[in-house]
């Protein structure tokens, strides 16, 4: 996924905290003396001054978009677009405890980097849509990832809240509705007992849950799925979809089954129909 933050701004941004200046142009005459240096200064801070709430995705040339492959991050870290569940704190920037109750990270093999999780806490990965612009489900429905599972929840169960755990999931969120504000979401799911096609419907209808996979039978194996999300929306809530969903997370756990998990993750992708075999 292409960065939100160029990494001279990141550089500049700390030393103004660092000096703490009141205004851009008295630090730049601080901290350059040269006429051209601070012009070229001025142009990477304005020449696009929604840089950081507006980054754009990475679009091939088929016109799929890259939502996230992770080659971008630092392995041993979390990943950089995204945040925490209510998309309200980036989670790479987290430290000390904050940063352990998350058990992702960067990994890589043979050159590929990818997203692992290895733990038992339900915390989820938010990688926010709704800034972002030339996201158009009319043209880019499918979405397409890869995961990898290792561990599954001992007897995880989706439809039993006592045991509801997922070796990996997927979540596509569309919006609020209802009284309450529920999120309106499609969980795409790695059972451990659930049978493959199995669709459940909870929080009032607000959320359905289409289990992908299921058991140890693939444990170790990265699979690809390809799903229509606007024909998924359709047909589970009886209505059109909007034009982009406004965020996707990612969510492995084991807290109620008291089970160790892991999972691997690579690949998010948005493309258009006829770049599938579907």
Known sequence: MVREQNPFLVIIHNYMMIINV????????????????KLFILIIFFINPFQLTHAQFQKEPDGTIILDNFQDDTVGT???????????????????NDRDKYKYQIKENGGNKYLEYDGIKAMHLNLPLVNKKGINLEKTPILSWKWRVYDIPKGGNENDSDKNDSAAGIYVVYGFAGLFKLPKSIKYCWS???????????????????????GSKNEGKWITFQRNIAQDYKNLFGEDPPDK???????????NTKSRVKADYDDIELKPVDTTHR
């Open 192 to 214: 451990s007992t659930l049978p493959v096609g199995t669709i459940l419907s909870k929080n009032f209808g607000k959320q359905k849950i289409i289990v992908l996979e299921s």
């Open 22 to 37: 009141r205004n851009l142009n008295n630090f730049i005459n601080k901290l350059f003396q040269w006429s051209n240096l």
């Open 78 to 96: 979390l990943p950089y677009g995204w945040y925490n569940r209510d998309g309200n704190v980036k989670v790479w920037n987290l430290t000390g």
């Open 245 to 255: 969903p406004i965020a996707i997370l990612i969510l492995s756990d084991g807290n």
